[in-house]
């Protein structure tokens, strides 16, 4: 377990790193702060001071060096935009973050589950088609719309909701369920591809000629069995809110990494670019494991090594 | 407080006539004065109400959403929108203002001003204003304000609008001397830009905790969330209507609309026309901004007259404004509004004639320009909403009249070094989308940057226009009025600059307020104006 976990870390970070090197280049090559953070009609005197200030006047292989020594301590400089660390700029959106990543994944597995099992119990019946017909509408329709529609409804006309912000309960019903959309969709399919195959192996129905229920065999021993392609897309989608979510950030105004990193590159903040990805890379590499270790429990013929 | 609020009227009548007889005092003393209208004063004071001599108490709050947030919250960086519109007037102030609807200075913390000589002023201070910190308003404070946003390793975004070097003094306890290198005839105008912070403010390094004059003190910020001020109970224009106002901002016009409707928000600005169409609540205006194309005059094709000219005739500036640009602009012929003295009245400009420029192009052509060199159309996409539909139909308009038009969407970093010198004399040939504005009444923070062979956005040569432009800036009065009449005549006859559309923008208010918005609301939402109904 302890060489599974030393190997996956140490792979990882070797990636994270490559994945720094380049972000670090390829961010200076968009153009220089200065334009953006000064007037137009700024003097030359005025540029020289800003990039001077902001280290930007040193060789470019200077700077990557300073990069490195100081990101060795964790330390990724001072946000231009936000003029605060760019570390505690990530972080203080990764809270947030990550606790709507999770309810909007736990309710999007408490939904797909059910219904992409019921579908599969009885394929190519109304239910069915009725499940299918609602996963790829949620799949397919466009989270920006659906959000600004769920404002004009449950906001202007209904008052329901807060239109955005973040304030009582209230405030993450909108959110959550944009951010659920999409995956409850697709992991609705996959549940129902995933099932329909395994109620069509043989040991269940074997099972099923002993006189064993259909619910109890589709929830207590084909789930299981057709749980490794659940838990991959699962894992991927939670991936995707944890550094994505920018729609949510932009219409409802969520302090969340997404956006953070959306108005880094727009600001050519490069040291909140720089601190998001290491942060958001991190947070992919332990889900990454999490979804291994997930693997091994939900299949014993996986073995963590 | 019942009866305060029984007899308003009577109130402010009694502020009104003590005014008026303070403002007949200062008349007599002063010679050089400019001063604040009866008419303005009648407004100022409807704020404040007193009743035997106790202040009327700001209670309440309010929430006002913005498009986006400051990126610094430092008084010396308030020229740009983003930060002028949280800040000033509202938390700190200058020693004067300009009028909204006429461009005229009007006295502020300055209640009269004196030119020496060329480069040399005075100006009075108002007595009796403490900084949010309880320090007091005195020369040696305005002294630290106005040099330390001229110290060149602070980076104020202010010091680019002052062109010569400016320097202040202490001349007395409450008369501050401003000395400039070259003469500055409207430095009134310009010091307008110079928000003062509190003497207690680091003179070296950037503040994130503002603390002014104004109406209201900075009370905190959540970055990226929202920014509260609480209002100044001992202002010393009356303290403003409500106690408190919060600022959050949405990026969505949509979610910005949304919040006036759902009550969650009292004054959201920047809202497209569909959003506004038939509520009572919302208001129109113009925005003081011009969007213009500025052609790269130093390459083939742009450098030949007739082809510009038939860039601008190609352009048909009503439909862009009417169907594209979603009630957003209306058709400009010119860089600057009417509040600039450099505005020619009833300038007719070019009319769009699409058989014209085609005549033009071929006039061109057969005289040797090479008109089909491709032209890159750079359209800066976060000008305004709706940019990258009307460079869309530039560009089919301009190749329709015959020219080769490439489109090139480029977000602001990107767009300058098309924009700015010295990168922007090595680019190909080209039109770059511009928007600009200005609310200084004067010319000569427009037309430098854009006609001069030396503006750092300009792509004229033209040493006849320098030579013009160098001699308007030392001229007062309708003088100057005229020189920078002649300036844009002749700017406008070479196509130095394409305008295209002058920007509307509308605004939304709850029930619960009012306010007028002017051609300034974009830049300064002044608080004190917003009252409560």
Redesign the interface.
């Given at each position: 377990m302890l060489k599974f976990l030393s190997v996956r870390l140490t792979t990882s970070l070797i990636a994270l790193t490559g994945v720094m090197v380049i972000v670090f280049f390829l961010a200076r090559l968009t153009g220089s702060p200065a334009s953006l953070y000064l007037p137009v009609d700024a003097t030359d005197a005025m540029v020289e001071a800003f990039n001077r200030q902001n280290g930007l006047d040193k060789p470019l292989v200077s700077q990557f060096v300073d990069f490195v020594a100081n990101a060795l301590r964790l330390d990724f400089g001072q946000s231009i935009a936000q003029q605060r660390p760019a570390a505690t700029a990530v972080l203080s959106a990764m809270p947030q973050t990550i606790l709507l990543a999770a309810i909007a994944m736990g309710l999007t597995l408490l939904l797909a589950i059910p219904l992409g099992t019921f579908a599969a119990l009885s394929p190519n019946s109304t239910l069915d088609r009725g499940i299918t017909l609602f996963s790829l509408f949620t799949a397919s329709i466009p989270d920006f719309w659906f959000a600004l529609v769920c404002v004009l409804v449950f906001s202007v006309s209904l008052g329901l909701l807060p239109t955005s912000g973040q304030g009582g309960l209230s405030s993450w019903v909108l959110p959550v369920a944009t951010v659920m959309l999409h995956p409850v969709g697709v992991i609705t399919q996959v549940v129902r591809g995933a099932m329909l195959e395994t109620l069509n192996a043989g040991y269940v129905q074997n099972a099923r000629a002993r006189g064993y229920s259909w619910r109890r065999l589709a929830f207590r021993h084909a789930l299981r069995n057709a749980a490794l392609p659940i838990i991959t897309v699962a894992g991927d989608r939670a991936g995707g809110m944890v550094n994505g979510a920018v729609i949510v950030s932009a219409v409802f105004a969520w302090p969340g990494i997404g956006k953070v990193l959306v108005d880094a590159v727009y600001n050519r903040d490069f040291a909140v670019i720089q601190a998001g990805v290491f942060v958001v890379g991190i947070a992919v590499i332990l889900l990454n494991i999490l979804v291994d270790l997930v693997y091994a429990a939900a299949d014993p013929r996986i073995r963590v090594s | 407080m019942l009866a305060v609020y029984k007899f308003p009227d009577c109130q402010r009548q009694l502020i009104l006539t003590q005014r008026r007889l303070r403002i007949r005092e200062e008349n007599l003393v002063t010679n050089y004065v400019k001063r604040v209208p009866a008419l303005k004063t009648l407004m100022l004071s409807a704020a404040m109400t007193v009743v035997g001599g106790a202040a009327l108490a700001a209670e309440g709050s309010i929430v006002l959403v913005l498009p986006s947030e400051p990126?610094?919250v430092d008084a010396c960086d308030d020229?740009?929108n983003a930060n002028a519109r949280v800040l000033r007037g509202n938390v700190v102030e200058g020693l004067t203002r300009l009028d909204p609807k006429t461009g005229q200075v009007e006295p502020l913390l300055a209640t009269e001003w004196k030119r020496v000589d060329d480069k040399t002023w005075l100006f009075t201070l108002r007595p009796d204003v403490k900084f949010h910190d309880g320090a007091s308003l005195n020369a040696e404070a305005v002294a630290f304000g106005i040099n330390r946003s001229m110290n060149?390793?602070l980076?104020c975004?202010t010091?680019?609008?002052f062109k010569t070097k400016t320097t202040a003094s202490i001349e007395s306890d409450m008369v501050v001397k401003i000395v400039t290198e070259d003469a500055d005839p409207i430095l009134p105008a310009r010091i307008a830009y110079i928000d003062l912070p509190s003497p207690a403010t680091p003179p070296a390094a950037?503040t994130?905790t503002p603390i002014g004059t104004g109406p209201f003190k900075f009370a905190g910020r959540d970055?990226?969330?929202s920014i509260t001020l609480a209002a100044n109970e001992t202002y010393w224009d009356g303290a403003p209507d409500f106690a408190e106002a919060k600022y959050?901002?949405?990026?969505?016009p949509?979610?910005r609309a949304?919040?006036i409707?759902?009550?969650?928000a009292d004054i959201a600005i920047d809202i497209p026309f569909h959003e506004a169409e038939g509520l009572p609540n919302a208001q129109e205006y113009a925005t003081n901004s011009v969007f213009f194309l500025r052609p790269m005059l130093r390459k083939p094709p742009l450098d030949d007259l007739r082809v510009r000219q038939a860039v601008n005739a190609a352009i048909d500036k009503d439909t862009l404004t009417e169907v594209l640009m979603d009630h957003s602009g209306v058709p400009a012929q010119q860089l600057v509004s009417p509040l600039i003295n450099g505005n020619i009245p009833d300038f007719a400009g070019t009319a769009y004639d699409l058989d014209r420029a085609k005549a033009l192009i071929a006039e061109a052509k057969a005289a040797g320009v090479a008109v089909d060199t491709p032209i890159e159309l750079i359209a800066r996409s976060d000008l305004f909403s709706g940019i990258n539909e009307v460079s869309q139909a530039i560009q089919q308009m301009l190749q329709e009249a015959g020219l080769k038009v490439n489109l090139k969407p480029v977000?602001?970093?990107?767009?300058?070094?098309w924009?700015?010198k010295p990168d922007s004399l090595e680019q190909p040939a080209n039109l770059l989308t511009v928007t600009h504005d200005n609310i200084s009444g004067d010319a000569s923070l427009s037309f430098p940057?854009y006609f001069s062979s030396g503006?750092?956005?300009s792509m004229a040569n033209d040493t006849a226009l320098d030579e013009k432009l160098a001699k308007a800036a030392t001229l007062v009065g309708d003088e100057r009025t005229a020189a920078y009449r002649d300036i844009a005549k002749a700017a406008y006859g070479e196509e130095i600059i394409i305008p295209v559309a002058a920007l509307q923008s509308r605004l939304l208010t709850s029930d619960k307020v009012s306010y007028e918005a002017n051609g300034f609301t974009d830049i300064e939402l002044h608080l004190a104006d917003v009252k409560k109904k």
């Open positions: - | 990126t610094s020229s740009t060149a390793d980076v975004q010091l680019s609008l950037k994130d970055i990226g969330q959050v901002w949405r990026s969505e949509t979610i949304s919040m409707k759902a009550g969650e977000d602001s970093a990107a767009w300058s070094p924009a700015r940057n503006g750092r956005l």
